[in-house]
């Protein structure tokens, strides 16, 4: 069976946090990876909410440093301090993150927090400046600025393509622990109990997966080219199709911005979040927009999650 990913919204609003909806946050997990995408105001308490464990994160990618995105870190920080939190957190954000974060830890964290940050973990901070943030064996994470009024990002989590084994004709075989696995997992042919075993005919590929990241932004077409094959595409609609004038004047997407992307980009499914206040009552009027260009668009809600 394939790892999973899974994403679970923390919060869906915009500038303003409404009664049924926070600031933005979107957690992604996979295996031992819990991978945050921004973290407004609020985020860890909607961490509680949806019964998940902040001391289990890893990574934390900024998307830009306005407060809707970034008041809830002094707090979730402080949380981990508290609660024995004793690994290396990476936070990756826009040019200009390190001086930000030395301002944060200067204005919010007295001394015994910072003791405890330097003493019982450690923080990494890192600018992204090239397009590909990080790489490990199986996954890698891109980013592309984009148009906003203050240096921003997109990212995208990329889940490479591999080769597998598959398991129920493996256990047929009774092979239990051998070391002859190895060779049949390099699609090797082996011989056991007297007969011939080609690992070719054991061996799959399982597709890479995608996830796109989209936060505060004007519509420009390279958009489009770096959400390409996105599996889910997770994209602001700050305004609805009908308030296209304001959505240019302040940097933002619309409901067929975003549509228009996800459909351009072969995406498959559509998520929609950092609504405004004005359509917290009113979101499937939204979504509906959005269907209108591309049919599986979705506005999320608090603590929504996904699997893929």
Not at 81 to 107: H, R
Not at 195 to 222: M, V, W
Request: with cysteine.
């Amino acid at each position: 069976m394939a790892d999973k990913i899974k994403l679970t919204f923390l919060g869906t609003s915009s500038a303003v946090p409404t009664k049924s909806r926070n600031h933005p946050s979107i957690l992604l997990q996979y295996k031992e990876q819990n991978l945050l995408f921004d973290c407004g105001e609020g985020t860890q308490r909607q961490f509680r909410k949806a019964k998940l464990n902040p001391c289990k994160l890893t990574k934390i990618f900024i998307s830009h440093w306005h407060g809707d995105h970034i008041l809830g870190l002094p707090g979730l920080l402080q949380t981990l301090a508290l609660n024995g939190y004793n690994n290396v957190l990476e936070i990756y954000g826009p040019l200009g993150t390190k001086q930000k974060m030395k301002n944060l830890f200067d204005f919010f964290l007295n001394s015994y927090l910072q003791t405890s940050l330097n003493e019982n973990f450690k923080i990494k901070i890192i600018e992204v400046k090239e397009k590909t943030v990080l790489e490990t064996q199986e996954f890698k994470i891109e980013s592309i600025q984009t148009k906003h009024n203050t240096n921003s990002l997109a990212y995208s989590f990329i889940l490479k393509e591999r080769t597998r084994i598959d398991k129920e004709k493996l256990k047929k075989l009774n092979l239990e622990n051998s070391p002859l696995i190895g060779e049949l997992a390099k699609g090797n042919i082996i011989e056991y109990k007297n007969k011939k075993i080609d690992g070719k005919k054991l061996i799959y590929n399982e597709p890479s997966k995608k996830i796109t990241y989209i936060s505060d932004t004007a519509f420009f077409r390279e958009l489009i080219k770096f959400s390409l094959n996105s599996n889910i595409l997770i994209s602001e609609s700050t305004y609805s199709s009908d308030d296209q004038n304001q959505a240019k004047e302040f940097f933002h997407l619309t409901s067929h911005d975003a549509a228009n992307i996800a459909k351009e980009s072969k995406s498959k499914t559509l998520l929609l979040f950092h609504l405004s206040q004005r359509y917290s009552d009113i979101p499937k009027q939204i979504e509906k927009q959005a269907k209108e260009i591309f049919k599986n668009s979705i506005v999320v809600n608090d603590l929504d999650s996904f699997e893929i």
